[in-house]
């Protein structure tokens, strides 16, 4: 009998191929295969959540002192700071992340950036003293600006005149800011307006001749990777509030309904967003701007829902000295620009008939008449949007019966 051959032993992997340091920062492929967030991106999105938290404080101790004029005011210019940044460097990310030791480096200090702005929010809010935060601004936008001028160096023709505007611009704009220091803060909200203005500007003047290569999956991923993680925030603000109430005043019965409505309304609010997978429309430079940039509103909306639900818990255990509808729309209002932003930016581009568009326009509208329903208010307003997922899923799955086009299940 012929002895059998030897088992082999196992294999080995194949060692990966040693890459150098630093490389070039060319453009990746808009159509690149299984591109996905970046270990590095989801740290950048959570300590961002920093900053967005400690605007939320700020929010709740405004309102909740009967300021919220100033408080929305202040929280607006704060968080157009923090969304500002966040978007750039995603957008950036998306076209020309080469993940080499520089890159890595940069956007650490970026991120480092937004921990200091997070750090001058108090002050911002309560003295007017915008010096940390543009400390902090400052930071993130030397860092983007380090990035653009590594693809400058790399590209050349109309690309490398692209990311050389990029720089320009994004310089020009920090300079502006300077204001913030050294001009009467009677002007700030004027200045405020003027500069983010012109921020946004710049990718459409630094792109009118050249596109980026950004991935549409990959942007619509980190954007919703962002909303979840400030929905995340939302609750766990709200979770806190509560529980202080519950431990310091003994208001369970009072909080409950609070609690299950808050819930509600989150739970709603992630259902609504995901529902439909945007990145099919994000074909155009004019698309994705327009959509992109909505997301302030998305984004400050569903932080402002958190910060509402501890405004109404505090009004409800005597913390507050602002009445019960006024709590009351601290959570209404946002939760009302939510569904109404989301609508806008995407969800109408697949809906099918009168009747599934005005689907969120009416929620939105009765989620603004529960704020008169007393401290039943944020209750009522979770449920109405629970019953608005509710019907859009009944809505969805009749028009798919029929064997129209896919519908959306809100």
């Known amino acids: 009998m012929t002895p059998s051959p030897p088992s082999p032993g196992p294999r080995r992997s194949a060692a990966p191929a040693a890459r150098p340091p630093l490389r070039p920062m060319t453009a990746r492929e808009r159509d690149e295969a299984h591109r996905v967030?970046?270990?590095?991106?989801?740290?950048?999105?959570?300590?961002?959540?920093?900053?967005?938290a400690q605007a939320g404080v700020q929010l709740v101790h405004a309102v909740a002192e009967a300021h919220a004029a100033e408080g929305i005011l202040y929280y607006a210019m704060v968080f157009f700071a923090i969304w500002w940044a966040w978007m750039n460097f995603s957008w950036f990310?998306?076209?020309?992340?080469?993940?080499?030791?520089?890159?890595?480096?940069?956007?650490?200090?970026?991120?480092?950036?937004?921990?200091?702005?997070?750090?001058?929010?108090?002050?911002?809010?309560?003295d007017h003293d915008f010096l940390i935060v543009w400390l902090g601004y400052v930071i993130m936008r030397l860092a983007l600006t380090i990035q653009w001028a590594r693809v400058?160096?790399?590209?050349?023709?109309?690309?490398?005149?692209?990311?050389?505007?990029?720089?320009?611009?994004?310089?020009l704009c920090q300079a502006g800011w300077l204001g913030l220091l050294l001009l009467p803060g009677s002007v700030t909200p004027w200045l405020f307006l003027v500069l983010a203005i012109a921020e946004m500007s710049v990718p459409l003047y630094a792109e009118k001749d050249f596109n980026t290569?950004?991935?549409?999956?990959?942007?619509?991923?980190?954007?919703?990777?962002?909303?979840?993680?400030?929905?995340?925030?939302?609750?766990?603000?709200?979770?806190?509030?509560?529980?202080?109430?519950?431990?310091?005043?003994?208001?369970?019965?009072?909080?409950?309904?609070i609690a299950a409505g808050g819930l509600l309304i989150v739970f709603s609010a992630w259902w609504i967003y995901f529902v439909v997978p945007i990145h099919a429309h994000l074909r155009t430079n004019r698309q994705s701007f327009l959509w992109g940039y909505g997301h302030y509103l998305i984004f400050a909306s569903a932080a402002a829902i958190g910060a509402g639900l501890e405004v109404v818990v505090e009004q409800t255990v005597g913390k507050a000295h602002i009445s019960t509808l006024s709590a009351s729309a601290a959570v209404?209002?946002?939760?009302?620009l939510y569904l109404l932003t989301v609508w806008v930016l995407?969800?109408?581009?697949?809906?099918?008939?009168?009747?599934?568009?005005?689907?969120?326009?009416?929620?939105?509208?009765?989620?603004?008449?529960?704020?008169?329903?007393?401290?039943?208010?944020?209750?009522?307003?979770?449920?109405?949007?629970?019953?608005s997922v509710a019907a859009g899923v009944v809505l969805g799955a009749r028009t798919d019966s029929r064997g129209k086009a896919d519908a959306p299940a809100v």
């Open 93 to 126: 990310a998306s076209a020309y992340d080469n993940d080499d030791v520089l890159y890595r480096v940069v956007t650490l200090i970026q991120i480092a950036g937004v921990l200091v702005l997070a750090a001058g929010v108090s002050e911002a809010f309560e």
């Open 37 to 52: 967030a970046s270990p590095l991106e989801l740290f950048f999105d959570l300590c961002f959540v920093v900053a967005i």
């Open 213 to 257: 290569s950004w991935h549409p999956r990959h942007i619509s991923e980190r954007y919703g990777l962002f909303t979840i993680i400030v929905l995340g925030e939302a609750i766990a603000a709200a979770t806190i509030a509560v529980k202080s109430g519950i431990d310091e005043n003994d208001a369970l019965g009072e909080l409950i309904p």
């Open 152 to 171: 400058a160096r790399t590209t050349e023709g109309a690309e490398r005149r692209t990311a050389l505007r990029y720089v320009g611009g994004v310089l």
């Open 332 to 336: 209404t209002l946002p939760t009302a």
């Open 346 to 387: 995407h969800a109408r581009y697949f809906k099918t008939g009168t009747t599934q568009q005005l689907v969120l326009p009416s929620t939105a509208l009765a989620v603004i008449l529960c704020t008169f329903l007393g401290h039943w208010a944020v209750l009522a307003a979770g449920t109405v949007t629970a019953l």
